[in-house]
Structures are given as structure tokens and as C-alpha cells.
């Protein structure tokens, strides 16, 4: 019903930056919450910042300061502007989208690779 599209991933030096998108197409009226996660190896994933359809936020304690979310309902595209990125900070990172009303992610992203260099 839903489908998101990532791109933006890449490998940066430690203290660089990246910009995250994620096009979401499909039935997306219903859609409220945007948000993204990341997942390194041999780790639990995590959700990295999310974003409401009014622009309420939330930010992991080690991304905040650092990174934001933003969104732009004319075009239903979330962004994550990721700035003095971390080696810590290299994982896979999905986009995900949460329907009104429910306690669930509904559609998740294919998920694109964030490698940060020492």
C-alpha cells in the first residue's frame, strides 16, 4: 500500500555529514508519524529520530544535537540531516512510517548503508 524509497547513504569521514531522504508513494493520506532507525551488526536496532505529521519531534539521546529531522508533506518526504557523524554512528538505516492511530511502524524502507571513517 505504502512504499518508501531511501537514498542518501554513503561512507564520510568522522565529522562529515549526509543527508537522508525517504519518498514515500502509495496510499500515504493515512500517514502520520515518520521515522528512522539504524542497526549495526551484532546490535539491537534503534530508533534514531522521528517526526509527526504537526513536526513534533524525537531524537536518541546520541544523536541529539547532531542530527535532525525534517519533513515535507507536499512532496511526502522525510529527510534525517546527519552532521559531525561518528564512527559510532555507522549502521544500516531504515526510514519507516506509522499510520494515525496505531502503536506500530506499518512500511519500512529497504534500508541504506551509513559508514563513518576514523
Known amino acids: 500500500q505504502v512504499q518508501l524509497v531511501e537514498s542518501g547513504g554513503g561512507l564520510v569521514q568522522a565529522g562529515g555529514s549526509l543527508r537522508l531522504s525517504c519518498a514515500a508513494s502509495?496510499?500515504?493520506?493515512?500517514?502520520?508519524?515518520m521515522g528512522w532507525f539504524r542497526q549495526a551488526p551484532g546490535k539491537e536496532r534503534d530508533n534514531v529520530a522521528r517526526?509527526?505529521?504537526?513536526?513534533?519531534?524525537y531524537y536518541a539521546d546520541s544523536v541529539l544535537g547532531r542530527f535532525t529531522i525534517s519533513r515535507d508533506n507536499a512532496k511526502n518526504t522525510v529527510y534525517l540531516q546527519m552532521n559531525m557523524l561518528k564512527p559510532e554512528d555507522t549502521a544500516v538505516y531504515y526510514c519507516?512510517?506509522?499510520?494515525?492511530?496505531?502503536?506500530?511502524?506499518?512500511?519500512w524502507g529497504q534500508g541504506t548503508q551509513v559508514t563513518v571513517s576514523s
Open positions: 519507516a512510517a506509522r499510520r494515525y492511530a496505531r502503536s506500530e511502524y506499518d512500511f
Open positions: 502509495g496510499r500515504t493520506s493515512d500517514m502520520d508519524t
Open positions: 517526526i509527526n505529521w504537526v513536526g513534533n519531534t
